[in-house]
């Protein structure tokens, strides 16, 4: 079985530049999840959505980041104007999980991050 | 803040050692927990889980022990291997949808 794909691994950009990275989840799977992983500390969660629909991104700075699911596979989240403080890995998950009311004890399975340096 | 979060920010053992990484959780509520592995230029592994329902749980070489009177958790690695080597988060499933919440992790090195 694939595992969860993101592109790029690496990007640098200068602050006030923009940037948008791409998710391809494990096949079949409802529910994505985009994590910012500042260096030094857990992942912290952005946005998740189930099928194309979101569902919870109460943690996402809407200010300036922004993510979509078309279709309810792929994903693209992007960062417009980027900060020195989005410094991070960003990651990618997804899981099988189907909704509210079914309790979430699904595995989440997370893809490889991009790292991202904001000079 | 934080509903979970992690004792010692490092911890080294000797390979063949068992290694015993701790987590501490401030949410009453929290019902399961997951240990995940994190290694360099990867994102987080399941390692094993655990609902509060029980109080321990044992899989390949690890074991989880929950203590809801203290709200604690631990992972025990048994020989520790040199491909142990990793950060290691203990996460709750604290958020209603379904999220998880990771605390700092914990970085396991492994002396040959």
């Known amino acids: 079985e694939a595992g969860v794909a993101q592109s790029p691994r690496y990007k640098i950009i200068e602050k006030r530049q923009s940037v948008a990275f791409w998710c391809n989840p494990i096949s079949g799977h409802a529910t994505l999840y985009w994590y910012q992983q500042i260096l030094g500390q857990g992942p912290k969660l952005l946005i998740q959505f189930q099928n194309n629909g979101v569902v919870d991104d109460s943690q996402l700075p809407k200010d300036r980041f922004s993510a979509e699911r078309l279709k309810g596979v792929d994903s693209t989240l992007k960062i417009q104007p980027a900060k020195l403080e989005d410094s991070a890995v960003y990651l990618c998950?997804?899981?099988?999980?189907?909704?509210?009311?079914?309790?979430?004890?699904?595995?989440?399975?997370f893809g490889p991050g991009t790292r991202l340096t904001v000079l | 803040g934080e509903s979970v979060g992690l004792h010692l920010p490092t911890l080294s053992v000797q390979e063949g050692d068992n290694s015993i990484i701790n987590c501490a959780y401030s949410n009453s509520a929290s019902d399961y927990f997951i240990w995940y592995k994190q290694e360099s230029g990867k994102g987080p592994q399941f390692i094993i889980d655990i609902r509060s329902n029980m109080d321990k749980r044992q899989g390949q070489r690890v074991t989880v022990l929950l203590n809801k009177t203290v709200k604690h958790l631990s992972l025990q690695i048994a020989a520790t291997q040199p491909g142990d080597s990793a950060v290691y988060f203990c996460a709750d499933l604290g958020g209603s949808q379904g999220n998880l919440i990771f605390g700092k992790g914990t970085k396991l090195s492994v002396k040959p």
């Open positions: 998950a997804s899981s099988s999980y189907r909704g509210r009311f079914e309790r979430a004890y699904n595995e989440q399975f």
